[in-house]
């Protein structure tokens, strides 16, 4: 198959991939990235002499450079995205360009190009707090981040194009990733990285908001199954395998890594923050997949990789756009500096 993946170099993309060129040798594939903060070409290193994977660094507003790769494939799977909450707090200029922006010029461009299949992959988010019970696929959008609601945006507007235009996509909402290769800005990594370097980690609120956890390489393989098998127009909800609270995680990982929870530092609460997601997913699991990793195994295979490539992070941590994020994220949260 000919694929052109959107933003492969971040942290899902480049792990979905790995596996697509792993699972299926004959698969060529595309990835057009801007390479933006959270693209980072170390993660997909190994394939730069792989005549099955080329990068493309072009952005996704760029009609000409996406037509250009668009009249080469089968499916897209679109990941592109700014993904982080808190920077939509800051500023949502580029939550509004590139995901809904950006992903009108996507489905504009495979639209013309008769591309066969168009997966989007947008986030829980979308639904907002689900204080009980979880959410299906037909449930009213209330997102509550600026990012969310420019996720929620681009999900109906890719919709909107299966039902206006026959356009055959297809939409799924997964749950909280971790992983190798995820942003130390993100909960889990930053807490295994900070934890590393007997760090902090600034836990919102009360810390009693849940999440449901999805190895990253099952969300790979959901993607994969939904490419092969998924239905034109629907939408697929992909959940993980444990919900828990934010202060039971952190404790959790902390124990994992003999680490005191004397480094949970207590901070005021993220605006508008969700209080709980949970998904229902009995449509994929109809079409034959299910999350197969063990939740406190991944958790410790993510320790051990990040235990294993300080340079990938610290490269990172100590960069200057990473230092400057968080400078303006303590001036938000009126709070003083921890040391990442
Ligand atoms: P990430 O932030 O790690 O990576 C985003 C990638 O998109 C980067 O490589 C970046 O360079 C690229 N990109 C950003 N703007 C671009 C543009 N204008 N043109 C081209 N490339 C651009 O993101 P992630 O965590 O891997 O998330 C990937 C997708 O999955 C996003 O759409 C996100 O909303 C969705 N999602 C993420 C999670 C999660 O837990 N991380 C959960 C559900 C859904
Ligand atoms: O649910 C899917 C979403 O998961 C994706 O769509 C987003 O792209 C992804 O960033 C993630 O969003 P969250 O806001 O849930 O993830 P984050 O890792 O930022 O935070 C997880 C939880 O941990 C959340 O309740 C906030 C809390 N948290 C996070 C950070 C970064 C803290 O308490 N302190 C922190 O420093």
Redesign the pocket.
């Known amino acids: 198959m000919k694929l052109l993946v959107?933003?492969?170099?971040?942290?899902?993309?480049?792990n979905f991939i790995r596996h697509m060129l792993s699972a299926h040798p004959d698969c060529q594939i595309t990835n057009?990235?801007?390479?933006?903060?959270?693209?980072?070409p170390e993660n997909l290193k190994e394939f730069k002499k792989n005549s099955h994977y080329t990068w493309v660094k072009?952005?996704?507003?760029d009609r000409k450079k996406v037509d250009a790769c668009m009249s080469r494939v089968e499916a897209v799977v679109?990941?592109?995205?700014?993904?982080?909450v808190d920077r939509s707090i800051l500023d949502s200029g580029?939550f509004i360009?590139?995901?809904v922006l950006?992903t009108q010029v996507l489905l504009e461009s495979a639209k013309a190009s008769g591309v066969k299949r168009f997966v989007h992959?947008?986030?829980?988010?979308v639904y907002g707090s689900k204080e009980t019970g979880d959410s299906r696929e037909e449930d009213v959008l209330l997102p509550n981040s600026p990012?969310a609601s420019s996720?929620a945006a681009s999900d109906l507007l890719a919709r909107s194009y299966f039902v206006t235009y026959g356009f055959p996509v297809i939409v799924t909402?997964?749950?909280?990733?971790?992983g190798p290769y995820?942003?130390p800005e993100?909960a889990i990594p930053l807490l295994i990285t900070n934890a590393l370097e007997d760090k902090s980690f600034p836990l919102y609120g009360d810390g009693l908001q849940v999440r449901d956890w999805?190895y990253v390489l099952d969300?790979a393989k959901a993607l994969d199954t939904v490419l092969e098998r998924g239905v034109p127009g629907e939408i697929y909800n992909i959940g993980g395998t444990r919900s828990c609270a934010n202060v039971d995680l952190v404790k959790n990982i902390l124990n994992l890594m003999n680490k005191s929870e004397s480094l949970i530092q207590r901070i005021p609460d993220r605006p508008g923050h969700d209080r709980r997601y949970a998904l229902n997913c009995d449509r994929l699991r109809a079409l034959g997949w299910k999350p197969r990793a063990s939740f406190e195994d991944a958790l410790r295979q993510t320790i051990g990789w990040y235990k294993q490539n300080k340079p990938w992070w610290s490269k990172i941590k100590s960069g200057r756009e990473y230092r400057t994020y968080y400078k303006k994220q303590y001036v938000r949260e009126g709070r003083l500096a921890v040391r990442h």
Not at 8 to 14: K, N, P, Q, V
Not at 32 to 40: I, P
Not at 58 to 61: E, G, H, V, Y
Not at 121 to 125: G, I, K, L, Q
């Open positions: 959107t933003g492969g170099l971040g942290f899902i993309g480049s057009l990235d801007k390479q933006t903060y959270a693209g980072n072009a952005d996704i507003l679109h990941f592109a995205a700014e993904t982080h580029d360009r590139t995901n950006g992959v947008s986030t829980d988010e990012y996720k909402r997964s749950s909280n990733n971790f995820q942003y993100k999805l969300h």
